[in-house]
């Protein structure tokens, strides 16, 4: 009788062990990689070779809009701003500033500035046929404030483009209405 509960007592504290080491194991939250559509992944991705959106390292680029002073850090589609230092106000989405430099006022984090636009670039195409040919690009946006943001760009990636070249035209807006545009050229010869 005494064998069986200290079986019953090793099967229990192994049944809670293994319950509390998987509560307590990392979990990984590895990117999607769900296809694009049209051209086009959610904001934070970008399509590679295959139409499936990778992550974008939105820390590489202007600190990820981060206040210069702080550590930007990659998150699957965004980022994240770190504190700022500890004799500074703000924070390090909207800006740090010095406590002195706020006395007269003004330190009150408001959102001015318009999201980043980064692209692939203009190219070159070689025409396929008489209309021209279909090209692709990319674009992605980060805000110093929302992180990744939605940009949508005209004419869209992976459209027939005719001869001559062709100004795609890539806009982005935060929360706040701040937008910026960005362009780039294809040109089909």
Known sequence: MRSGWVLQSVVGIAVVGG??????????DAAPQEMAVDGVCKPGYIPDADGKCQDVDECKVNNGECDP?????NTPGSRTCGACGVDFT???YYGCKDP????A??????????????TSGSQNVTATSAQGAVAKYWAWSVDNV??????????????MFAMGATTVTCT???????????TLTINVK
């Open 69 to 73: 002073s702080v550590m930007c850090t």
């Open 105 to 118: 006022g003004g330190c009150a984090p408001v959102d001015t500035r318009a999201p980043a636009i980064k």
């Open 172 to 182: 982005a807006a935060d929360k706040k209405g701040n937008k910026k545009t960005a």
């Open 100 to 103: 002195n430099d706020c006395a």
């Open 19 to 28: 319950l509390s080491f998987v509560l307590r194991a990392p979990v990984v």
């Open 146 to 159: 929302d992180g990744a943001v939605a940009v949508s760009c005209l004419p869209k990636s992976g459209t």
């Open 90 to 92: 703000g924070d390090g």
